[in-house]
């Protein structure tokens, strides 16, 4: 057995003899320039023929969709790069439920959401509804799921894309999430290796670091990524994040080689990962305009490094021809060898050939498997029982339209990096179909907290990218120094209420009454005011500390 049969017959791909042949038949037609467009993976916004003719002219091992609101477009703009493809693609989608989910599926909740729920059943529904879904609409794999661990409070990137703190409540949502996807013809891709969480910086903005023992990362991230490999995952993402006691382990002397991204060592990709976990699968690069590969090379260093020490895919590129020649240069001074490029390329198309393309790549979308009323209603249950009450010390729940009818709130609408800032809720729409009085505030009119029955404090940021922190911004908030001083609660009965981020009691621990609700979705909203007005529990346990350490905090 030769080194592409020892490849593709092993777990994860285990393709028979027929896809194998597919396999080496359409390597041996390549040419080194197909080789090397096929090492890409390119971001694809926007719909319509340029977009198509784009993307077929760059001839990538796949694109990466981000949705815009146009259902049909989009559904329309897949079908015909899917038809116009030599290669059947991969089409990569970030599955995370919320505000990540395509415009054209069922609003699921988000990561965190579900580790609040804490059933592995729930789990294993909302992504069999995500699995079913992006499959038919053309999408085959998933950048998900998140297996970091939130260990630090302060980290902007885990939060509400992540199963929250506890190893095993992660481990059990994710085997069921990898679990569901592949059943249903969806690549899983198990992020951030080595591991997130314990550095509370953003790797969109810099190189991040583990700062565990070896001993301690085995028994944590380690084990995580090791039952995702023993469960068959398709796809490891490799992340610009450092793990120095590894490689001070194998070289007391590496100095700032300690602190080389994971995405570009092949210590960490091929020692650790396939050599001592037995990873067998394709290994993606995180995106590579990112700061936390950026900050360490430039691209013409770090893309070449990012295949030879074992990345299979390079993931997006803001100048597709010139990435191009980069790797073209590499090849041509030895940087990087034919046989690494024919390596990669194996399990590139062995994955493409284990999801089934070589057969229905170029199939058109079924839409009729789409929102139909059956996930919604399974989606809208699950997400009812996510709301989690953290603390009422006051005893102000279940709001009462008779005691609270003049209410003031303080929102900066739902904050996303992909939807730009500010989106108005319908939550304050809800609380007026409700019959409450309902105020904005506005930081020009600074309108009297006093003056109200009710202070509610509505947040909805879920995970950030490149904002460095999340936290409760009392200054943009109330719109100045003066008002952000402002506590209201002794004298007037006062909730803050998140669709996102959980920690917000480190920014005010003396806040009487906090429910987290984890997702900005409209389905979570109405459910969160069900539970707020009493029609319905709280059900949600905390995945993470919402009080984040402090004593005070509780009470």
């Not at 015909?80 to 290669?87: F, K, P, V, Y």
């Not at 992540?162 to 069921?176: K, Q, T, V």
């Not at 709001?399 to 303080?410: E, N």
Request: net charge negative.
């Amino acid at each position: 057995m030769d080194q592409i049969d020892r490849i593709l017959s092993a777990n994860p791909f285990n393709l028979d003899a027929a896809a194998r042949d597919w396999v080496r038949t359409t390597l041996a037609d390549m040419d080194r320039a197909e080789k090397v467009r096929q090492l890409f993976v390119h971001i694809c916004f926007g719909t319509g023929p340029e977009v198509v003719e784009r993307i077929t002219a760059l001839a990538p091992a796949g694109i990466t969709k981000f949705f815009g609101p146009d259902a049909t477009g989009e559904l329309d703009t897949l079908d015909a790069l899917r038809g116009a493809a030599t290669i059947p693609y991969l089409v990569s989608s970030d599955l995370e439920g919320s505000r990540m989910s395509p415009s054209f599926g069922t609003e699921v909740p988000n990561p965190l959401a579900l580790a609040a729920v804490d059933d592995v059943h729930a789990s294993t529904a909302i992504a069999d509804i995500m699995a079913i879904e992006a499959r038919a609409a053309g999408i085959n794999w998933s950048f998900t799921p998140v297996i970091d661990i939130n260990a630090l409070f302060r980290s902007p990137i885990v939060a509400t894309r992540g199963l929250g703190s506890d190893p095993e409540r992660i481990r059990n949502h994710a085997l069921a999430h990898i679990r569901s996807l592949q059943a249903n013809g969806v690549a899983a891709t198990v992020k951030h290796w080595p591991g997130e969480g314990h550095d509370d910086r953003d790797q969109h903005l810099v190189t991040t670091h583990i700062p565990l023992s070896v001993e301690d990362w085995r028994a944590t991230h380690g084990a995580l990524y090791r039952a995702a490999i023993d469960a068959g995952v398709m796809s490891v993402m490799s992340a610009h994040i450092a793990f120095p006691a590894y490689v001070l382990a194998h070289d007391p002397d590496a100095r700032i080689e300690a602190y080389r991204p994971a995405s570009t060592s092949a210590l960490l990709n091929r020692t650790l990962l396939r050599d001592e976990l037995g990873f067998n699968g394709l290994i993606v690069s995180d995106a590579t305009p990112m700061a936390g590969l950026g900050a360490w090379a430039h691209r013409d260093v770090t893309l070449p490094e990012l295949v030879s020490s074992g990345c299979d895919i390079i993931l997006f590129s803001d100048e597709p021809e010139a990435d191009i020649a980069r790797i073209d240069r590499a090849l041509n001074d030895g940087r990087l060898t034919p046989e690494r490029l024919d390596e990669a390329m194996v399990r590139i198309l062995g994955l493409k050939a284990a999801l089934g393309l070589h057969r229905d790549g170029k199939a058109p979308s079924d839409r009729t498997k789409l929102a139909t009323p059956e996930s919604t209603a399974i989606a809208r249950t699950i997400t009812a029982r996510a709301p989690t009450l953290v603390k009422d010390v006051q005893g102000l729940l279940p709001l009462s339209r008779d005691r609270h009818r003049r209410v003031l709130v303080y929102s900066t609408g739902i904050v996303t990096p992909l939807h730009g800032e500010g989106m108005p809720m319908i939550f304050p729409d809800l609380l007026r179909a409700e019959g409450f009085d309902v105020t904005l505030y506005d930081p020009v009119a600074r309108p009297d907290p006093r003056a109200f029955d009710l202070v509610l404090y509505v947040m909805a940021e879920e995970t950030l990218l490149t904002r460095g922190r999340i936290f409760l911004d009392w200054n943009r908030l109330t719109g100045g120094m003066f008002g952000a001083m402002i506590r209201p609660w002794h004298e007037v009965p006062t909730a803050l209420i998140s669709f996102g981020y959980p920690y917000y009691l480190y920014d005010a621990p003396r806040l009487p009454c906090v429910v987290n609700a984890y997702a900005t979705m409209d389905t979570m909203q109405r459910a969160t005011l069900d539970c707020l007005l009493g029609r319905a529990p709280f059900l949600g346990t905390n995945p993470v500390d919402p009080f984040c350490g402090q004593p005070d905090a509780h009470f």
